[in-house]
């Protein structure tokens, strides 16, 4: 059974970057099965997906983000990590790391963590 | 503004079904069988209910159902009980740059 764990700070300053890691157990991040993935979610909103990596290092990103987003994998360290730059207010949300399976559908998810974009 | 259109609330009584819409465009629900639904209980991650339309994961409930038809998915979740209340999301795989689309949530009150 995988398991994800989102880490990295919960404040981050306006025009800064965000720096977030999901670390993977129970499975190798170097599977074939899966692409690996970033979700944020808004205080009282939705979902949206930013991007997601495999472990080659072939990427997809959300458009409305790509100019400032950079999903990479360590798998050395059977991690992935998302870089947001020139973060502002409306970045502020809860990020989940979470698997991404070849039917487009997230099957394990991290518990989220909230980041927070205030001086 | 969400790319796939879910109602904002429903309702329902213990023991009964209620059904939750997911309406998109040709290039995402109507254009591939990629629909997937999630469950998310205030303040936890979600969880994967049903993918590739109508299929569950090992462990969810047979009470929860998918379907689809043209450009609209749909969730059905039959003898309802109080731990269904949550949030429920669509998503979608999307022949745009987007990829994946979300719908908007839609919010499951059991009375």
């Known amino acids: 059974q995988l398991q994800l764990q989102e880490s990295g700070p919960g404040l981050v300053k306006p025009s800064e970057t965000l720096s977030l890691t999901c670390t993977v157990s129970g499975g190798s991040i170097s599977s074939s099965s899966y692409y690996w993935g970033w979700i944020r979610q808004p205080p009282g909103k939705g979902l949206e997906w930013i991007g997601s990596?495999?472990?080659?290092?072939?990427?997809y990103y959300n458009p409305s983000l790509k100019s400032r987003v950079t999903i990479s994998v360590d798998t050395s360290k059977n991690q992935f990590s998302l870089r947001l730059t020139s973060v502002t207010a409306a970045d502020t949300a809860v990020y989940y790391c979470?698997?991404?399976?070849?039917?487009?559908?997230?099957?394990?998810w991290g518990q989220g963590t909230l980041v927070t974009v205030s001086s | 503004q969400s790319a796939l259109t879910q109602p904002a609330s429903v309702s329902g009584s213990p023991g009964q079904s209620i059904t939750i819409s997911c309406t998109g465009t040709s290039s995402d629900v109507g254009g591939y069988n990629y629909v997937s639904w999630y469950q998310q209980h205030p303040g936890k991650a979600p969880k994967l209910m049903i993918y590739?339309?109508?299929n569950r994961p090992s462990g969810v409930s047979n009470r929860f159902s998918g379907s689809k038809s043209g450009n609209t998915a749909s969730l059905t979740i039959s003898g309802l009980q109080a731990e269904d209340e949550a949030d429920y999301y669509c998503?979608?795989?999307?022949?745009?740059?987007?990829?994946?689309?979300f719908g908007g949530g839609t919010k499951l009150t059991v009375l």
């Open positions: 590739e339309v109508s």
């Open positions: 990596i495999y472990y080659s290092g072939n990427t």
């Open positions: 979470a698997t991404v399976n070849p039917r487009w559908a997230f099957d394990y």
């Open positions: 998503t979608s795989y999307t022949s745009s740059s987007t990829h994946v689309v």
